[in-house]
């Protein structure tokens, strides 16, 4: 199993340009997230999807969209770039049908927006 | 809501010590906490999970602990390593509400020096 992975693992965006960022998982789970994470500020949820054709908004929602058309992707996506988005984005998933809801995340991906 | 806190911040050790890392979070009613470590530049790996049922689990030189009426979890690290230098982060998630999604704390930086 690849478990979870994310595409790119590095861009740089200039300001007002858009893009997608790729979540996908192996393992049949219900659960996804999108997190960013900034030195002194944590990792702090952005979007999340309890399943398939499913979101919600997390902490810090604003300036993102979400899609989950299929159950193993999850992506995130910028409309207009700023470059208080500059970060390093975090996926991961979890599985329900009665726990543990173990999360597992991929190995980030680091966006410049300059 | 939720808060999670880790104490301390930062922590630099000699290699061979045992050493004691705290999470504390303000709603007891718990589903379960996850105890990560990230390396620089890389993803959170799961070290540990506890489910609100148990006190502690084990792995390797990794112990958790659990008390839920005090608000408190510890990750204690036997005969630490210079390997171990990491952060680790503990994860809360709630049983309220169905969703089941994990609050971070801001993590433990830890240094183990030759």
């Known amino acids: 199993n690849a478990g979870v992975t994310q595409t790119p693992k590095f861009r740089v965006l200039k300001t007002g340009q858009s893009m997608t960022l790729l979540c996908a998982q192996d393992?049949?789970?219900?659960?996804m997230y999108w997190y960013r994470q900034d030195p002194g500020m944590g990792l702090r949820l952005i979007h999340y999807s309890v399943g398939e054709g499913t979101t919600a908004k997390g902490e810090v929602p604003d300036g993102y969209n979400v899609s989950r058309l299929k159950k193993q992707n999850f992506l995130l996506g910028l409309e207009s770039a700023a470059p208080s988005q500059t970060s390093v984005y975090f996926c991961?998933?979890?599985?329900?049908?009665?726990?543990?809801?173990?999360?597992?995340f991929g190995p980030g991906t680091r966006l410049t927006v300059t | 809501k939720q808060e999670v806190t880790q104490i301390p911040a930062a922590l630099s050790v000699p290699e061979g010590e045992n050493l004691v890392l705290n999470c504390s979070f303000t709603?007891?009613?718990?589903?379960?906490l996850q105890w990560f470590r990230q390396d620089p530049g890389k993803g959170l790996t799961s070290l540990l999970l506890i489910q609100s049922s148990q006190r502690e689990q084990t792995s390797g030189r990794l112990n958790a602990s659990l008390d839920k009426s005090s608000g408190r979890s510890t990750l204690y690290i036997a005969a630490s390593q210079p390997g171990d230098s990491a952060t680790y982060l503990c994860?809360?998630?709630?049983?309220?509400?169905?969703?089941?999604?994990?609050?971070f704390g801001r993590g433990t930086s830890l240094i183990v020096h030759p």
């Open positions: 991961a998933s979890s599985y329900s049908a009665g726990g543990p809801y173990e999360q597992y």
């Open positions: 393992m049949n789970h219900e659960y």
């Open positions: 709603d007891s009613a718990i589903y379960n």
């Open positions: 994860a809360v998630s709630l049983a309220s509400g169905g969703s089941y999604i994990p609050t």
